[in-house]
């Protein structure tokens, strides 16, 4: 594609960057085909391709204006045309540099700004996030039923943890929402791990991987939280205490997998940015290395039981955004679960983020298209691999959705009882 980048951004890094990016889509279109947007909604403006042209129009110094930002908002940013693009087109980092640029020139309707003002101060942070979760937890049992569903149950104990013990250990992120909502997979992560001889701690200074903020549009808010981070771990990395960093929340995974490349330009972090980047891992990276040690422990599993039919939802942050596919699936295979085949399994759920509170209805109809899809193999469980999709599944299904983590942790205890 020829570019002809305005003077206010073509000499910028950003601007370089932008440049590259769109100088390498040839327009092949292959990306339409798996556009979760552009099957809704059957316009080229909300597919890559044509949120690309958008883009370049107004990186070549041409209006702006509401429309343009509505079919960027529209995206969900879920990566799937990063993985059929031939080309390698960087997509979602165009996105992030548009964004950013359009925010900065059309102006929101101030309820709007509120409400993503508020999403990017009260999701990452506790202080806010944790004491509204214990509200709407009290008043859940009043609650009607479609909104029952988005208020997580009352955890009446807190999950096991065990010591570090070992001598192997393996640094975990906790994360912003998952601790509120989900505490148990953490720590189910920790007594798989431990049950094969690595200890997983975390560091408590350690708090949102930064990415609400950053794609919310307040980089520079996104980025001081990955360097909160890099400074929470840096002690333990230096020492070498850690073999790497897990990650149960692939959406947080994608993130810290990109500190290396986010700051790059800063001179503080750069380096360190980029060995937190490489030594970060999806849990189920770790366990497929340890793959032998996991096998062991499940040996006394009763073979004689019928195999749990499971359907697996891969976040898109998991297959897309990481490129990890098939590693969980295999785990809980040889766990013994059964697998059902899920159709259009690279199409995105809908939560994408903030994206479900943003954008409702097409994430609604994302849900429902999703779900169809999940309980097509008649699964008695979901798993899946991300605290934002779990939540988002559950608002649309019947059927259990657990963690795929605690679902091994689970197996495990079965074999050891």
């Known amino acids: 594609m020829q570019t002809r980048l305005a003077d206010f951004i073509k000499n910028s890094p950003q601007g370089k960057e932008a440049d590259a990016i769109l100088r390498s889509c040839v327009h092949c279109g292959f990306c339409l085909a798996t556009c979760p947007t552009y099957q809704l909604l059957g316009d080229e403006l909300d597919s890559p391709r044509?949120?690309?042209?958008?883009?370049?129009q107004m990186l070549e110094g041409q209006p702006v204006t509401r429309k343009t930002q509505l079919h960027l908002d529209r995206c969900l940013t879920c990566r799937a045309c990063e993985s059929t693009c031939p080309s390698g087109v960087r997509y979602a980092e165009l996105v992030d540099i548009s964004r950013n640029l359009i925010e900065q020139q059309v102006k929101r309707p101030a309820g709007k700004k509120l409400m993503r003002y508020l999403l990017r101060k009260i999701l990452p942070n506790p202080i806010f996030f944790k004491p509204l979760i214990r509200v709407g937890?009290?008043?859940?049992?009043?609650?009607?039923?479609?909104?029952?569903?988005?208020?997580?149950?009352?955890?009446?104990?807190?999950?096991?943890?065990?010591?570090?013990?070992?001598?192997?250990?393996?640094?975990?992120?906790?994360?912003?929402v998952q601790p509120a909502f989900a505490p148990n997979i953490n720590a189910a992560a920790a007594r798989v791990l431990d049950a094969i001889g690595i200890s997983l701690?975390?560091?408590?200074?350690?708090?949102?991987?930064?990415?609400?903020?950053?794609?919310?549009n307040a980089q520079a808010e996104g980025m001081d939280a990955m360097r909160k981070n890099i400074d929470a771990w840096w002690p333990l990395i230096e020492k070498n205490t850690v073999e790497c960093i897990a990650m149960t929340a692939s959406g947080c995974g994608v993130t810290v997998r990109e500190y290396g490349h986010i700051l790059r330009h800063d001179p503080a972090y750069a380096e360190k940015a980029a060995r937190i980047s490489a030594m970060t891992r999806d849990i189920s990276e770790i366990l497929l290395t340890e793959q032998e040690m996991l096998r062991q422990v499940l040996d006394d599993r009763n073979e004689n039981s019928a195999p749990a039919r499971l359907a697996f939802h891969s976040p898109c942050t998991l297959q897309h955004g990481q490129q990890i596919r098939g590693k969980a699936e295999h785990i809980l295979?040889?766990?013994?679960?059964e697998l059902t085949v899920v159709p259009d399994a690279h199409l995105c759920c809908g939560s994408a983020g903030t994206y479900s509170i943003l954008q409702p209805e097409l994430s609604q109809?994302?849900?429902?298209?999703?779900?169809n899809a999940?309980?097509?193999?008649?699964?008695?469980?979901?798993?899946?691999?991300?605290?934002?999709?779990?939540?988002?599944?559950?608002n649309g299904t019947a059927l259990p959705v657990k963690h795929w983590i605690e679902l091994i942790d689970e197996r495990l205890s079965q074999c050891h009882q």
């Open 50 to 56: 044509g949120r690309i042209y958008l883009m370049k």
């Open 374 to 394: 999940l309980e097509s193999g008649h699964p008695q469980w979901i798993a899946t691999a991300n605290i934002g999709c779990l939540m988002h599944l559950r």
């Open 137 to 176: 937890q009290f008043v859940r049992p009043a609650l009607p039923a479609s909104l029952k569903k988005s208020v997580p149950p009352a955890v009446r104990a807190k999950p096991h943890w065990p010591a570090a013990r070992h001598a192997r250990k393996i640094l975990v992120l906790d994360g912003c």
């Open 201 to 216: 701690i975390t560091s408590a200074q350690a708090g949102c991987c930064g990415a609400i903020a950053y794609h919310l």
């Open 365 to 371: 109809q994302l849900l429902s298209n999703k779900v």
């Open 333 to 337: 295979q040889a766990a013994g679960f």
